[in-house]
């Protein structure tokens, strides 16, 4: 119930066009779904977070969409470019703000030059 | 925005040895921070929750007296790899859940991480 399922493992996109990358959750604690970007040899980066009250959140080409019956969230990079390969992870975090982040198992993304 | 830092970036040392691994946040206060492993093309995986002024919480399977966390501050924290075996290298990252005045917010920011090879 704590796992946070991602998929796919891998993606490959031609520049400029969309990668989608999901998630999946059971536990319904988690109100918290932030998304980390990390390229190899480095720690990973908050790029964007999402909350349960609102369904979709938008930061310049980055989009998370939330669905909260279906408890699934995925992260939309629109016109994507070559220096958005990296690896992304999903993660979830329940109400008790002392408790620790879930992260899914990570998403290889390469964007084809 | 918040910045977390860690040092050494990367650390190779012999067999038996121990190594201390810092982490700190630069521009905000943390009383909690965690320690994380990566191994190649995997997750993090995350070893224990690093508390101001009282004892690390260990996941299971993490040996305490292996990897010993300090947090004396409310910017600092460290991780000692006692007597590394080759077995312990890995990609070590911290974190920092920004902490204001008491009040929590969601937000863990991570360190650029740490190499350590073990001979």
């Known amino acids: 119930q704590q796992q946070v399922k991602q998929s796919p493992q891998s993606l490959i996109v031609q520049k400029g066009g969309i990668s989608i990358i999901n998630c999946a959750y059971e536990n319904t604690a988690f109100d918290y779904f932030p998304w980390y970007q990390q390229f190899p040899g480095k720690g990973p980066a908050l790029l964007i977070a999402i909350r349960p009250d609102v369904s979709e959140k938008k930061e310049g080409r980055f989009t998370i969409s939330f669905n909260k019956s279906a408890k699934q969230f995925s992260l939309h990079i629109m016109d994507s470019q070559p220096g958005d390969s990296a690896t992304y992870f999903c993660?979830?975090?329940?109400?008790?703000?002392?408790?620790?982040?879930?992260f899914g198992k990570g998403t290889r993304l390469h964007i084809l030059p | 925005g918040a910045v977390v830092s860690q040092h050494p970036s990367w650390v190779i040392c012999k067999s038996g040895t121990s190594v201390k691994i810092e982490c700190r946040s630069l521009?905000?206060?943390?009383?909690?921070m965690f320690w994380y492993r990566q191994f190649p093309k995997q997750s993090l995986m995350l070893m224990a929750t690093s508390n101001e002024g009282s004892k690390a919480t260990y996941e299971q399977g993490v040996e305490k007296d292996k990897f010993l966390i300090n947090h004396a501050s409310l910017t600092l924290s460290t991780l000692t790899v006692t007597s590394a075996h080759p077995e312990d290298s890995s990609f070590y990252i911290c974190?920092?859940?920004?902490?204001?005045?008491?009040?929590?917010?969601?937000?863990?920011?991570f360190g650029p991480g740490t190499r350590l090879t073990v001979l």
């Open positions: 974190s920092a859940r920004d902490n204001l005045q008491g009040l929590h917010t969601d937000t863990q920011y």
């Open positions: 993660a979830a975090s329940p109400w008790n703000r002392d408790d620790k982040i879930i």
């Open positions: 521009d905000f206060q943390a009383t909690t």
